[in-house]
């Protein structure tokens, strides 16, 4: 701790920070642009200028940049000196010379860090009035709007997008007043971050283009506290809504998860929610071909109530609220309810909850990840499956920077000075994947394997760490030098995490990565000064698959079961909730079960191949249409809120199935379900702390979902009827459905949008941080389920073959692979139908050229698809990306084979185009 | 707009050139002595920029290829120097000071010559792609001012006529 003066008051502060933050951590106001709280500083705007005093006697000063200063011991500073504050003035007002008068056609206005800099500053008068400087935007694609006149060089943008996030297609370009931050040409900003600059920039030169289309100011939105369902990393987010439709989903801090940034998946996949495909009303229809009918929401009801009184099953999803998974097992019985994926990926869960209990391995938070500095990612396409992991993976590179910054003294925070020190020098992150990656500009080796030979060179490291651990049986050569040398670095390292995810549905090979952290972990105890744990994590595909998994612990039965009674018949109707069955098992079985000819009820937010065959179809709720509680990677349970009520038609799942009684208004409350469960289940009987209690933080007042600006309150329905109608109720949260009630100043238990007087824009998220990048005060951090056991468990055998035969992978897409947000536009503009990869040994061997078409033989069917010829790929290989649409079960059951189509130049063509929009930078030239 | 035009849209427009094997073989020599490919990024540049004059995107791409960069960091080093031309310019550049001790040396009047002699102002290029005119902040020559450097020759202490006699020459040399 040191002491520091400002304005004549003493602080405790840290002296490793520079006084721009220990400032703001004080919650003095001091203006700034570059600088931002995990990017750190470099001194590019002048905003934050301060005077500095050498000692007590010194009354002159001399004027600072607070962010490039350190908040060493004895500092004696002011803000509000009068040169100081002048000089802020005039900086602001140099800045804004160029800057157009355009805040009411300005996305960014009303939380603009600019307007609110610039009344901070108090340049209140624009005096310059001579021509300013234009520019032409570009066409950045789907997601991001490009405005370059709003811009004031901050560097911020660029700061992000490549250094801190890795892209390339983003410059700073020209220089002087007419610096330009854009592509030199125009098109798809490709970063998977890219949304985030809407929220760097602290300007309207970066803007949504998704809520752009649909726009309402910031205060004008309805928000609450979510958590984005896009894949199993539970980043933290504020979706905004107005008129009854959702307008965005924008980044909510957590400390320990997403931070400051979240993916494009979760920022853009919001509008699947108002997207043709929506189940908007139930349907039904009598028999398998008659078409379907709609019925009212009573009808509904009744019509559930009618089907499902025999003896039903239940399919729950881990794409679901852990509370409607709960009502649907209760609704039909525990001996009646199944998995609701694959039962590869059920057997993978199982390995996965067991490693999250195992002592002394960890599963890192995305900070923790951050942390490492050795990482070996095994199989995972992480940037594809769980996004914000890569992101975090990415930073873990960076520590090898930090050795060199603390041996060279130089401050942590001191950005542009540790990257140039640094130049290309990483930590270790080792790749083992069948295909090149995302990842590979920052990896430090990438070994193709295909997965059988990934499993075998994972036990050969495992041995390589502790001889105890099993040796596989085939190695040779390469794979001792290959392994020993992964071991040596895994060894080595202070921090080493493990990286990988059940993408490849292998439980083999969940069990070989639990192996090598379990070898670390027996090395550390007897060779190591590093006694922590060994970091260990599985990515996880859906918002509740761990949820889904520990709840199956608890009771149920995985899908073949399910699978099995369907085909026999042996019920009197089946629910399937939020499950497209197809995407979960192979067609024929698929067919085998609907030929049993049971009544099908499902319940979906969508419409989708499978729930075409029900019977009823009932519309049900999406994440941000009702509370819930959903289990990430780490088995942290963590709370969402419904933000809006959506037509009366639409239910959450658990609403429908807890209410036996059709007439009754509702079922029982998501809390309800909760409390009760927690109560009768040990292992969850953390969740009964999960939500701040529903009777309102503060006298009783519930907290507004609803700025205190909202506007068009008693007007807005005036198109329905001149009365002004009674706000919605919420009667299951803390949260009320308007703009009164206590507003959370400083306390973040439900806080989805900051705000704090003279911070409108996400600035103002450091009035409610305990200090700059700390925990929330009172934040939510959620709770963790799975306990880790006392005694450890022995290896686990796994009979590893090595593999030459042909053998087929899945491809994951970040835009397009999760079912739900590949039907918002958006992120349909990004996406691509099914192709399949190949290396270039194997296109020579089967005659298919690049951008060709190939035929795939399984041993139930066959498809064809445009093929691209790839450098990084494993031999032996096919990756095949399925859209949702290829049957990858069949792929995956036993033998295929490969056989090249003619060549036709309209196919060709048209591939080509489809291929121009994969961003896979290692694929062949098509010869002329 | 559906999304197949948004798509083709933004889909890049230029291909990369292929380089001259001269331009190869002088990158190749400036290769030798950084240790990092990234960093002969201006250097390349300026030789695309001897050989062709300019450096057009076409150009850009196939640098940037050549040293595995991104185009887009490229042409932020490309266009950050004003003596990088990211647009064609005449045979003869003529950068032409018009900094302080040029100017109370009357550059003015000179420059105001140039311009009505080739009919271009500051940034343009004469119709039949001879000349180009640009200015510059100092050529590091005030004791012989007004200045400007031409064809790799500074020519010192401009007057009307000797620019009359400039001009006259290359019209002799074309
Ligand atoms: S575009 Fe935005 S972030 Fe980038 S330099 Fe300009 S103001 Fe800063
Ligand atoms: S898709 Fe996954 S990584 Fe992306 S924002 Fe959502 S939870 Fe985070
Ligand atoms: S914030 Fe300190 S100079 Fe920009």
């Known amino acids: 701790m040191a002491k520091i003066s400002v304005d004549g008051i003493e602080y405790d502060v840290n002296p490793e920070n520079n006084l721009l933050q220990e400032c703001l951590s004080q919650g003095l106001d001091l203006p700034y642009f570059c600088w931002h709280p995990c990017m750190g500083s470099v001194g590019a705007c002048r905003q934050c200028a301060v005077k500095q005093y050498r000692n007590e006697e010194d009354k002159k000063g001399t004027i600072v940049m607070a962010c490039m200063t350190p908040a060493s011991d004895g500092s004696i500073i ?77 560097y911020r943008c660029v700061r992000f997008y490549n250094d801190y996030a890795g892209g390339e297609d983003l410059a700073a370009l020209g220089s002087h007043h007419h610096v330009y931050f854009g592509r030199h040409e125009e098109g798809v900003l490709e970063n998977e971050f890219s949304g985030n600059l809407a929220e760097v920039c602290p300007t309207g030169v970066f803007t949504d283009k998704t809520f752009s289309a649909h726009y309402t100011r910031k205060w004008d939105l309805q928000t609450a506290p979510s958590i984005c369902a896009g894949c199993g990393v539970g980043c933290n987010t504020a979706p905004g809504e107005r008129y009854g439709t959702l307008r965005r989903v924008v980044n909510r801090y957590h400390h320990d998860i997403n931070g400051y940034f979240i993916c494009d998946r979760g920022r853009f996949g919001y509008d699947a929610n108002s997207s043709k495909q929506r189940v908007g009303k139930a349907l039904y ?5 008659a078409e379907f009918k709609p019925l009212s929401s009573l009808e509904a009801k009744r019509q559930f109530a009618a089907m499902t009184g025999g003896d039903v099953i239940g399919i729950g999803s881990p794409r679901a609220t852990l509370e409607s998974n709960i009502a649907l097992r209760d609704r039909v019985g525990v001996e009646n309810f199944y998995a609701g994926f694959s039962d590869a990926q059920f057997d993978c869960l199982q390995e996965v909850l067991k490693s999250l209990r195992e002592p002394g391995l960890y599963c890192p938070d995305v900070r923790q990840i951050e942390r490492s500095d050795c990482v070996l990612v095994v199989n995972e396409d992480i940037t594809n499956t769980s996004a914000r992991l890569a992101l975090a993976i990415r930073q873990a590179g960076r520590n090898a920077a930090t050795d060199l910054a603390n041996e060279a003294r130089i401050p942590l925070w001191q950005d542009a000075a540790v990257r140039e020190l640094a130049q290309n020098t990483r930590s270790p992150l080792i790749i083992v994947s069948p295909q090149g990656s995302r990842l590979d500009d920052v990896a430090s080796a990438t070994h193709l394997l295909q997965l059988d030979n990934q499993i075998h060179l994972l036990q050969a490291v495992a041995h390589a760490i502790d001889p105890d651990a099993l040796k596989p049986t085939a190695s040779n050569e390469v794979d001792e030098a290959l392994s020993s040398s992964i071991a040596a670095q895994l060894c080595q390292a202070k921090n080493p995490c493990l990286v990988s995810g059940i993408s490849a549905e292998s439980p083999a090979l969940v069990k070989a990565c639990v192996n090598v952290a379990k070898a670390l972990r027996a090395y550390r105890k007897h060779n190591s000064a590093e006694q922590n744990p060994v970091a260990l994590c599985f990515a996880m595909p859906e918002a509740n698959s761990l949820g889904m998994a520990l709840l199956l612990e608890t009771g149920g039965k995985p899908l073949r079961a399910a699978l ?180 959370l100043q400083k306390d973040s238990s439900l806080m989805a949008s900051p705000w704090s007087p003279a911070w409108n ?14 925990e929330l005060q009172q934040g939510s951090k959620g709770e963790l389920l799975c306990v880790r056991q006392s005694t450890e468990t022995a290896y686990d055998a796994i009979s590893a073959k090595r593999d030459e035969k042909l053998t087929c992978f899945i491809i994951s897409q970040l835009f397009g692979s999760d079912e739900i947000s590949a039907n918002a536009p958006a992120i349909q503009a990004r996406s691509l139908g099914p192709y399949a990869c190949i290396g270039q040994e194997l296109a020579l061997a089967c005659g298919i050229r690049q951008h060709g078409l ?47 189509v003619p060549d036709e130049d309209s196919h060709i063509a048209s591939s080509r185009a489809m291929f121009d929009h994969l961003l896979i930078k290692d694929a062949l030239a098509r010869e002329a | 707009m559906t999304n197949s035009q948004l798509i083709a849209s933004t889909a890049p427009r230029v291909q990369a050139r292929t380089l001259t094997e001269q331009e190869v073989h002088d990158i190749e020599h400036e290769l030798t002595l950084y240790p990092d490919k990234r960093a002969v990024g201006l250097e390349a540049l300026k030789i695309v920029q001897k050989h062709q004059g300019w450096v057009s995107d076409e150009s850009l791409l196939a640098v940037a290829n050549f040293l595995e960069m991104s185009a887009h960091e490229l042409d932020g080093v490309a266009t950050f120097f004003n003596l990088i031309f990211r647009q064609p310019v005449g045979r003869k550049v003529m950068l032409f000071c018009n900094s302080v001790s040029c100017y109370i040396m009357g550059c003015e009047q000179i420059k105001a010559h140039i311009s009505e002699r080739l009919g271009i102002d500051y940034g343009e290029t004469t119709a039949d792609g001879q000349f180009t005119l640009i200015p510059v902040p100092c050529l590091g020559d005030c004791d012989r001012a007004p200045v400007m450097l031409m064809d790799g020759e500074q020519q010192r202490n401009l007057s009307i006529e000797k620019i009359n006699e400039i001009l006259a020459e290359s019209a002799e040399r074309e």
């Open chain 1, 854 to 900: 190939v035929d795939i033989t399984t041993q139930t069917g066959r498809v064809q698809l445009p093929v691209i010829i790839r450098r990084q790929i494993a031999p032996n290989c096919i990756g095949i990306y399925p859209a949702n649409e290829v049957d990858k079960y069949a792929l995956l059951l036993g033998e295929i084979t490969l056989q090249a």
């Open chain 1, 78 to 154: 002011s803000i509000n000196d009068q040169q100081a504050t002048d000089f802020r003035s005039h900086v602001i007002e140099s800045l804004m010379i160029s800057h157009p008068h355009d805040c009411p056609v300005c996305e960014e206005g009303g939380e603009c860090h600019l307007q609110d800099m610039t009344q901070m500053s108090g340049h209140n008068y624009r005096r310059y009035d001579f021509k300013k400087v234009t520019h032409r935007n570009q066409n950045l694609g789907p997601f991001i709007g490009h405005e370059m006149n709003r811009c004031i060089a901050c």
């Open chain 1, 761 to 774: 824009s996400n600035q103002s998220i450091s009035k409610f941080q305990q200090e700059i990048n700390g």
């Open chain 1, 564 to 743: 099995q009674r369907l085909a026999s018949g042996s019920a009197d109707a089946a629910i399937v909730m939020e499950n497209d069955l197809s995407l979960r098992t192979s067609q024929t079985a698929l067919a085998e079960a609907m030929a049993g000819g049971v009544p099908l009820i499902v319940m979906d937010q969508l419409h989708n191949r499978f729930n075409e065959q029900a019977q009823l179809l009932l519309p049900s709720s999406s994440v941000f249409e009702q509370h819930g509680t959903w289990i990430n990677y780490e088995g942290r349970a963590q709370s969402s809120y419904q933000v809006f009520r959506p037509s009366e038609d639409i239910l959450a799942s658990y609403e429908r199935l807890s209410a036996l009684d059709p007439m009754q208004e509702c079922g029982v409350s998501s809390e309800l379900i909760m409390q009760e469960f927690a109560r009768a289940n040990d292992a969850f009987s953390a969740l009964t702390q999960l939500r701040p209690p529903r009777v309102g933080i503060s006298a009783s007042l519930k907290s507004p979902r609803q700025s205190h600006r909202f506007s068009g309150r008693t007007a807005m329905h005036a198109q329905d009827h001149v009365h002004e109608s009674q706000q919605e109720q919420d009667r299951a949260s803390a949260l009320a459905f308007s703009m009164e009630g206590v507003m």
């Open chain 1, 285 to 289: 229809r009598h028999g398998q071909e």
